[in-house]
């Protein structure tokens, strides 16, 4: 018998296993967390998170749906960068946005820690909302590699 685990924990914090989720490390291999405590690990929901977008309060939620996001920090313009080649290159869409930029502004100063991320870090969130890839800083990996991101997760190597 498996331990009794939180409804919520089940419904809303179970974590993909596949090739559109590049994990952060192998340790990442829990079936589901509390969603609270994700903080963007890959294979998990996107966490909810306020934001300002252009003046307008709106959720981290609301940025995905429609096509692939990657989401800077404020200092991850180069992931923005490789991304955006990278999308172009496979003919695939992608919003690429960084906080202090695109009319975009984080209030409560928070959203880093909210997606587990450095100030130099960024997250790849595939269109079901689910975090695809991340990379906690700019040390945690190459600046190319959000382009080889999105090739990897669209089975594209």
Known sequence: MQPLVADMNVELGYVYRSAAV?????????????????HAMPGTRAPHYWLRKDGRQISTLDLFGRSFTLLAAPDGADWNESAIRAARELGTELV???????????????????FGLEPSGSVLVRPDGFVAWRARDRDDADRNDAGAALRAVLCLR
């Open 96 to 114: 690429a946005l960084r906080l202090g930029q695109d009319g975009l502004e984080d209030p409560a100063g928070e959203f880093n820690a909210a």
């Open 22 to 38: 590049i994990p952060d490390s192998p340790i990442d291999a829990v079936p589901h967390l509390n969603p609270r405590e994700s």
